[in-house]
């Protein structure tokens, strides 16, 4: 082994692969940064040259994409609350609100250096797993699957703080969600109305771009202030930094999170985050600060995302089974360039094994120095007041929903998510669960399927299902009693009351919740009881709970200190800037329906900014870059195919050729 | 006629035409991108395929135009890609790289269908050799014995055209079989089989047989075959000795002729295998061009060893004019034999939709 590594080593320091690799590192960290865009699309776009190199600079290039394409992510997601990707959405919980107390400089810190560490914690991890890396593999059906999502699945519970009720709510509409699309147990295109829109589902990007990113910039447009509430941003980064080694044991257990969430494949980058995040919630000190900008909160996921790179290419390694798209598309590089999954990585090619081992290392080293760089950069872009921060992050939202599958639909999915989205936030109900519901239902339905339709119910008592369950127990329940035994509760803080509107807002909320359930499952009794059963659950725990729930608000209305009446003048107010922005974002969506993206993506911040008061030049500059951020990136990149608008339809006159 | 308001860069000057130019010239491409349809998701072997054909067919085309790749997904995605080749221009510039599944007749009657693959002039196909069913050893023994508990087929939901071979072997040969749809893909069964969780699948891809034969986790039982011009079925060269579904299953059954084509209905779309065509209506001397760069394309002997690596040695060509040819057979079944081929997939549980 210490040959194999010493030839790795040797190869990969050569000037070609080294470039290579800080060209891939490079080239990540900018896509990886543009929300919607993703580093997918860099693979597919380096896979033609990729194919002609030699196997050490293409594992250097490869990987050197793929070690880091969690690292730069972080950006928008602390900035602006728009995932830069799946695996950077659990950041915005805490990452947006540090930003906002002028905190953006120590979140990128930490959330750099945690990126590093856990990065190389998962190169070592693979490294040490090199002997038994196939039983460990094969270690894993589809119960032990069943019961890690399970796990996940009860994150929600921690996420949903101190609504519970309102968290199992949120998760069950996720579940509902996850549950449009194609069933592939029956082949059921559940909720798809006869069309092919919907028959595969809702893409992750519309959720956690509407989810996160529109109330935010709804809730920035109201407040009219910055990002950040104060103009002083500190020298935060090096306290960033600080924080993850004051914070090493969470560090690594997240890290070890994400190995074993990149190690099952199929599980992937949209998961590994959430869990790490959930765990911190449960298991730290001194909790009832997550959500509120808690460095904790971005230094958990940040270590679990980049750490699942080196988790996920165990079962690459192993078998040839990549276990996201990104490494099939680099398998298909390996297998172009000569290296060949299986036994001989772990034979007369574990040299390349090695080579990818060290690029995991060396990569995170790089990227979290490089990003740490433009921390504090980026950072100031959070004191620009918020006629500059919402229309270019509109603009970016819009653009990426579209962008993702070249669909006119996206946008009102979108804008559907957002909605939910905003009445989420405004309400109170917490956004994670949803999110993690959507991202894990369809896997927890099909494992659960595979494993009663393979084993009946004997899976429980499987060892491997009965030892992840016994952890599972543990990590839930232990951190409860420890909290008990303190005399804290359980759930932390109590929260601030709504205001009487707003609890009958959210009476009428649930209200349309459990209509639409109820819809949902009258739907569903056109299916075979196999696909239609998730649905009957969804409903019928949902209404239950739902009437639960608003038995609770109305009881809440009895009193002004569980329901205080709201400020008349600053309702009024919000309610009139909410109804603004909400018009500028139908606005938007409307204008590139009618007159196409190259119009309304330079005219929207131009004429948002001369509205709110900004200069003639900002506008203008603004207006710029936007145009050039959509014909640079959606027209020269990714060569979208723009549809003619309608009005050019109309008239008659084509858009593009 | 249409005036073109705005034109990308590099088009400027061709100020929106299309591939035009006097009768019987070649189409030039210089300064023009193809976009590719790419009827799957990312990675997997209709994607392989069509970037790498894509890239080599560039190379022997006019200009040399880069070519953009927009994947549509699997599933109902396979669909959403047909359906935008059937809306796009017939100017040359789009293709679609698909598979058998957007012909097979069960996916022609689906309400999302808004294609006809009949109209789509066929660019050419690549035929990777038929799939081959193997299984865990120690379950080959309960194939043929009811009193056992019976060998597990891992199953998507019933699109793959292998399935036939298990289903007529229930149905015919009494195969102690019982299925377990709701696996996503090749990845999830070779996890599966490995585990004993499945007994059984079938795939035509090298890269995922021979490490399970090295492994000596399974047994080669059957191919599906390949017709010869007699119609009689013949077996990949490197997996001469693994007997031949369809000639076993005749000497041993007489089938209906309802029963017959419903089994080809299933098996025949996998023979065009990974197909690229144009939208309908591209003219004649457009098509012809890229049939002409396909089979150069494949030619290649660049293009030909990256292939192989991939796919093992057994790619053959399939003209355009053939896979034309072979659309119009297997897409023109009736009601009665799509009706046959829903009920045995619900009588064994594959599938519960039409």
Redo the contacts between chains.
């Keep these: 082994m210490l040959d194999a590594l010493g030839v790795a080593i040797t190869e990969m320091s050569k000037p070609w692969p080294m470039t290579l690799m800080l060209m891939g590192i490079l080239g990540s960290s900018i896509f990886a940064a543009l929300p919607g865009i993703g580093v997918l699309l860099l693979i597919t776009i380096v896979l033609p040259f990729a194919v002609t190199l030699d196997p050490y600079p293409a594992i250097a290039l490869m990987l050197g994409i793929g070690a880091v394409s969690n690292t730069a992510n972080t950006f928008p997601s602390v900035l602006i609350a728009v995932p830069g990707s799946a695996g950077s959405q659990a950041t915005i919980v805490d990452g947006f609100p540090m930003a906002q107390k002028g905190e953006a400089k120590r979140a990128f810190g930490a959330a750099f250096a945690a990126s590093a560490i856990g990065g190389i914690f998962g190169a070592l991890v693979l490294l040490g797993s090199l002997p038994i890396l196939k039983p460990l593999v094969l270690s894993f059906g589809s119960p032990e699957f069943l019961v890690l999502v399970l796990w996940g699945l009860a994150a929600v519970g921690v996420l949903s703080g101190n609504a519970p009720l309102k968290g199992l709510l949120a998760a069950l509409l996720g579940l509902l969600v996850s549950s449009i699309g194609m069933d592939n147990k029956t082949g059921i295109e559940r909720f798809a109305f006869g069309g092919d829109y919907l028959a595969d589902g809702i893409s992750l990007v519309l959720v956690g771009l509407g989810l996160f990113a529109v109330p935010e910039m709804i809730a920035l447009s109201v407040r009219r202030t910055s990002v950040s509430e104060t103009s002083d941003l500190g020298h935060g980064t090096w306290q960033g930094i600080k924080d993850v080694f004051e914070n090493w044991w969470l560090v690594i257990r997240c890290s070890v999170v994400g190995v074993w969430v990149g190690f099952l494949p199929g599980l992937g980058a949209s998961v590994a985050d959430w869990f790490a995040y959930a765990h911190a919630v449960q298991t730290e000190k001194n909790n009832e600060n997550f959500g509120k900008g808690d460095v904790r909160g971005v230094i958990a996921p940040e270590s679990s995302n980049n750490s699942k790179e080196g988790g996920a290419l165990i079962p690459t390694i192993a078998f040839g089974i990549p276990g996201s798209t990104s490494l099939a598309l680099m398998l298909i590089v390996f297998i172009a360039v000569g290296i060949t999954p299986g036994s001989a990585m772990l034979t007369d090619q574990l040299s390349y094994t090695m080579a990818m081992i060290w690029v995991l290392v060396i990569a995170n080293l790089i990227a979290a120095a490089l990003a740490i760089l433009a921390a504090a950069p980026f950072a100031s872009l959070s004191l620009m007041p918020f006629y500059v921060i919402v229309p270019m992050t509109l603009v970016l939202c819009v653009s990426s929903s579209y962008a993702s599958h070249l669909i006119w639909y996206d946008l009102i999915t979108f804008l559907v998510f957002s909605t939910i989205g905003y009445f989420l936030k405004l309400f109170d109900w917490p956004r994670p669960p949803f999110l993690v519901a959507v991202v894990l239902g369809s896997q927890f339905e099909q494992y659960l399927w595979l494993s009663n339709a393979r084993y009946g119910w004997t899976w429980l008592l499987q060892p491997g299902v009965l030892v992840i369950l016994a952890i599972v127990v543990v990590t839930l329940i232990w951190p409860m009693i420890s909290r008990h035994r303190q005399g804290k509760s359980i759930r932390g803080e109590k929260p601030e009351p709504l205001s009487r509107g707003l609890q009958i807002g959210d009476i009428i909320f649930l209200t349309l919740l459990m209509v639409v359930f109820a819809i949902a499952a009258s739907h569903a009794m056109a299916w075979v009881v196999r696909a239609a059963l998730v649905v009957y659950f969804i409903a019928g725990v949902g209404i239950l709970i739902g009437i639960i729930q608003v038995v609770l608000n109305l009881r809440a209305l009895r009193s002004p200190e569980t329901a205080p009446p709201s400020d008349p003048t600053r309702t009024v107010l919000e309610i009139r800037r909410t109804i603004e922005i909400a018009a500028w974002l139908i606005a938007l969506a409307g204008g590139v329906y009618l007159i196409g993206f190259h119009i309304t993506m330079a005219a929207f911040p131009f004429i948002y900014v001369r509205v709110y008061g900004g200069g003639f030049r900002p506008a203008l500059l603004l207006s710029f870059i936007a145009e050039i951020f959509v014909i640079g990136v959606f027209d020269l990149l990714l060569a979208v195919l723009w549809p003619t608008p309608f009005l050019f339809e109309l008239i008659g006159i084509g858009y593009f050729i | 006629m249409?005036?073109?308001?705005?034109?990308?860069?590099g088009?400027a000057a061709?100020a929106?035409a299309a591939l035009t130019g006097p009768a019987h010239a070649a189409p030039d491409f210089t300064g023009k991108?193809v976009?590719l349809i790419v009827a799957s998701?990312?990675?997997?072997g209709t994607d392989?395929i069509g970037?790498f054909m894509a890239?080599g067919m560039s190379k022997y085309l006019k200009g040399n135009p880069d070519v953009?790749?927009?994947n549509?997904?699997?599933?109902?995605?396979k669909?959403?890609g047909a359906?935008l080749l059937a809306k796009a221009k017939p100017d040359g510039l789009t293709i679609m790289q698909s598979d058998g599944t957007t012909v097979q007749p069960t996916t022609l009657r689906?309400?999302?269908?808004?294609y006809d693959p009949t109209k789509f002039p066929a660019i050419g196909a690549i035929n990777r050799g038929g799939s081959i069913l193997f299984m865990r050893k120690e379950a080959v023994a309960r194939l043929m014995d009811k009193s056992k508990k019976p060998a597990?087929i891992g199953a998507?939901?019933?699109?793959r055209s292998w399935q036939a071979v298990p289903m007529w072997g229930a149905e015919f040969l009494g195969w102690n079989v019982k299925w377990?749809?709701?696996?996503?893909g090749n990845?999830?069964f070779?996890?599966?089989i490995?585990?004993a969780?499945?007994d059984a699948f079938a795939t035509n891809s090298n890269?995922?047989i021979d490490?399970l034969i090295?492994?000596g986790v399974v047994t080669l039982l059957y191919q599906v075959g390949q017709p010869d011009d007699d119609g009689k079925y013949v077996a990949r060269e490197s997996f001469k000795q693994v007997p031949i579904f369809p000639n076993e299953l005749r000497k041993k059954v007489k089938l209906t002729k309802l029963q017959w084509r419903a089994y080809l209905s299933l098996v025949n779309p996998s023979l065009i295998d990974k197909w690229m065509a144009l939208p309908p209506n591209t003219p004649k001397e457009i098509v012809e061009t890229w049939r002409s760069a396909y089979k150069q394309a494949f030619n290649d002997p660049e293009l030909k060893q990256?292939l192989k690596?991939?796919f093992g040695d057994e790619l053959t060509l399939i003209s355009g004019k053939r896979v034309d040819e072979m659309i119009e057979e297997v897409s023109g079944v009736g009601d009665d034999v799509v009706d046959y081929t829903v009920k045995l997939k619900q009588k064994y549980g594959i599938?519960?939709?039409r």
């Design positions: 249409k005036l073109h308001l705005f034109s990308t860069i088009l061709a929106g991108q976009l998701n990312e990675g997997k392989i970037r890239r953009i790749v927009k549509t997904g699997a599933g109902g995605g669909i959403r359906n689906r309400k999302s269908v808004r597990i998507i939901s019933g699109t377990i749809p709701g696996y996503k990845n999830q070779s996890r599966a490995r585990q969780e499945i890269y995922i490490p090295k492994e990256q690596k991939q599938s519960a939709a």
